[in-house]
């Protein structure tokens, strides 16, 4: 017998067993989606919260770096303009 045929009919006996022995198999199925339903809603709000958490740091980074490039960059002109007017005020 193909394996589907006999996974059909492990699954008609097992649901049948159940039913005998006075369990709610709707109850059951409507149980496991809710909590399966929860699991993966809560997992997704976990992977949104990581990447606006990750976003977030990124930006923080860059700006701090653009500042402290800004900063560099300001400074070398600025000692650059100072050397140009000094080295244009002595005579030749």
């Given at each position: ?14 649901t ?7 369990l709610?198999?709707?109850?059951m ?12 809603i809560g ?5 949104m ?8 740091l990124?930006?923080?980074l ?25 080295n ?5």
């Open positions: 017998m193909p394996d589907t045929i006999i996974s059909q009919a492990a699954i008609s006996f097992v049948s067993e159940y039913k005998a022995i006075g709610d198999i709707d109850q199925q409507t149980h496991y989606l809710l909590v399966t339903g929860a699991k993966m997992l997704a709000f976990l992977i919260a990581a990447a606006v958490s990750v976003t977030l990124s930006a923080r860059a700006a701090k770096l653009s500042r402290i490039l800004r900063e560099k960059y300001l400074r070398k002109l600025c000692r650059l303009q100072t050397l140009s007017l000094i244009s005020q002595q005579p030749h």
